[in-house]
């Protein structure tokens, strides 16, 4: 049965859609079945995954309001590697709709059952904010995957994203936990990065992913070519930090079977964050 895992960060421009993206790209490639949700109207990480908001048929507003099931919803994104479930600015109206709903909170949780033993992952990109879509992403999800930028607003921001994750522990899925807190578009010369990252492992402790996604010029350009980092430019500094990501989040649930592939941590994760920004 598929691991379900909630992208999320209530502040926005954290790299979230970015993680959405190039995780489910690059545990697509190491031979998993993935399926990535995108739940947030701007649907960027559907253009992300090379499929057109604006052309396709059906989206997660068709599958939440019980329009479409979700197998007709689901598209190959041939150019990512990956089935995408895709999302456009239609989500808006599913958030209103959806609170006409009595079981608005498991709208997704129970569409996801249907599909959920044909994948080895299934990554829900969520908005930027606590809507009733997100809502729906952390009912359905088993774990959280929280991007972070370590800066000063960070650790605030972040106590009250737990305080949420923790509200939807108690009334509406009891088996959600905190996945990790993975650190994104860091720059180790900048002094107050690496106090905020320090602070982050204080706390949290093994929660922190090891692997550090850095500021780089290919992560950044893949998006406007519609392409995941790793089918961009797979020798860039951020394709090797999302593999890396995807190597320690399977060793954390290493399954009988399956082994990462050694060029997934050939560079320690480390690394990965402490070189100046180039492609």
């Known amino acids: 049965m598929g691991r379900i895992l909630a992208v999320t960060n209530q502040k926005g421009g954290v790299g979230k859609t970015t993680t959405s993206v190039n995780f489910a790209a690059s545990l697509s490639q190491t031979g998993r079945r993935v399926l990535l949700v995108d739940l947030d109207a701007q649907g960027n990480a559907t253009m992300g995954s090379g499929c057109d908001k604006h052309a396709v048929i059906k989206t997660g507003y068709d599958l939440l309001l019980g329009h479409a099931p979700i197998r007709d919803v689901i598209v190959y994104a041939e150019e990512a590697g990956y089935d995408l479930l895709p999302g456009n600015g239609d989500l808006t109206?599913?958030?209103?709709?959806?609170?006409?709903?009595?079981?608005?909170?498991?709208?997704?949780?129970?569409?996801?059952?249907?599909?959920?033993?044909?994948?080895?992952?299934?990554?829900?990109?969520?908005?930027?904010?606590?809507?009733?879509?997100?809502?729906?992403?952390?009912?359905?999800?088993h774990s959280v995957i929280i991007p972070i930028q370590c800066e000063y607003y960070a650790l605030e921001g972040l106590s009250a994203l737990l305080e949420t994750i923790e509200q939807v522990r108690v009334s509406v899925n009891p088996e959600?936990?905190?996945?990790?807190?993975?650190?994104?578009?860091?720059?180790?010369?900048?002094n107050l990065a690496n106090d905020v990252s320090a602070q982050l492992q204080q706390h949290f402790g093994d929660?922190?992913?090891?692997?550090?996604?850095?500021?780089?010029?290919?992560?950044?350009?893949?998006?406007?070519?519609?392409?995941?980092?790793?089918?961009?430019?797979?020798?860039?500094?951020?394709?090797?930090?999302?593999?890396?990501?995807?190597?320690?989040?399977?060793?954390?649930?290493?399954?009988?079977?399956?082994?990462?592939?050694?060029?997934?941590?050939?560079?320690?994760?480390?690394?990965?964050?402490?070189?100046?920004s180039h492609p």
Not at 115 to 139: F, G, R
Not at 176 to 190: H, K, S, V, W, Y
């Open 93 to 141: 109206a599913a958030e209103v709709e959806l609170l006409a709903r009595d079981d608005r909170e498991r709208r997704l949780r129970s569409a996801l059952t249907y599909v959920q033993n044909e994948y080895d992952a299934i990554i829900i990109d969520c908005p930027p904010s606590l809507s009733m879509l997100t809502i729906n992403a952390l009912a359905a999800a």
């Open 207 to 276: 929660k922190v992913y090891r692997t550090i996604i850095p500021r780089n010029v290919r992560l950044a350009e893949a998006p406007s070519h519609g392409l995941p980092v790793l089918r961009y430019d797979s020798s860039s500094r951020g394709a090797a930090a999302y593999l890396a990501l995807a190597g320690e989040y399977l060793r954390r649930h290493q399954a009988p079977g399956h082994t990462p592939p050694e060029t997934h941590t050939a560079e320690p994760p480390e690394q990965a964050g402490t070189e100046p």
């Open 176 to 190: 959600l936990e905190i996945e990790g807190l993975l650190r994104t578009m860091f720059d180790a010369r900048n």
